[in-house]
């Protein structure tokens, strides 16, 4: 058996019931994809467009594909083509081309809005304390569907340091189902990487993005 369906099956095998696993394949081959695949993966994460149009056509639509890069106006014809969910909405000008192009594909885009949890001014996401007006916003644009949030938190050596923004993310998430906004399913709540997982889990997560736990270190 190879490292990656090693991988797969121990990963699985440790989450709690109810949390949903999402692989981050970014560099990885259609090959390696594959493996995670056989070895019981369901959803793929992919952070460029071009890394998944050339995976979607080897593997197709057998798995769920999710997009969880930074999405340039662009690329979002191709990227509402491509993927069943879009993790990284993070302004209502985004969300607005989104349901354009989903109207326009006969689609309702499922999204998440991500929340920029640690208030990094070079990272994507919306400012915590703007997250409530933005999906209220984009509640009403015709074409997408929020399905819930995403946050990345800063980048730490020490998992316990990411704990406070995990909990900040969770916070908007209650908040946002208990205002039980039209045309809004706060269901999911994507946070955790490799390092961090396990806190994300314990703070509310119930999807998680995993790259170099299955794949192995990124060279
Ligand atoms: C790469 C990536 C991950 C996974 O990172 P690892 O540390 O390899 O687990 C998760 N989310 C996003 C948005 C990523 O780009």
Do not use: C
Request: no cysteine; glycine share 8%.
């Amino acid at each position: 058996m190879g490292i990656i369906s090693e991988n797969v099956y121990s990963v699985l095998a440790e989450l709690p019931r109810g949390v949903e696993l999402v692989a981050a394949a970014k560099t990885r081959t259609p090959k390696e994809i594959n493996e995670a695949i056989d070895a019981g993966l369901s959803t793929i994460g992919e952070n460029y467009i071009q890394e998944a149009e050339a995976a979607r056509a080897t593997i197709g639509a057998i798995v769920n594909w999710h997009f969880i890069g930074s999405l340039q106006n662009n690329k979002v014809k191709k990227a509402v083509r491509l993927f069943d969910l879009i993790e990284t909405v993070d302004s209502v000008a985004l969300a607005r081309a989104i349901g354009n192009e989903g109207l326009a594909q006969g689609k309702i885009m499922p999204v998440f809005i991500e929340i920029n949890s640690g208030r990094e001014p070079q990272k994507t996401g919306v400012m915590p304390e703007n997250a409530q007006d933005i999906v209220r916003q984009i509640s009403d644009i015709k074409g997408v569907k929020i399905l819930g949030l995403m946050t990345m938190g800063p980048r730490t050596g020490n998992p316990e340091e990411a704990r406070p923004y995990f909990v900040e993310t969770r916070k908007i998430f209650e908040q946002l189902q208990k205002l039980d906004i039209a045309r809004v399913e706060m269901k999911y709540l994507s946070m955790g990487m490799t390092n961090s997982y396990k806190i994300a889990i314990e703070e509310g997560a119930n999807m998680i993005r995993l790259g170099s736990r299955i794949f192995g270190h990124r060279t």
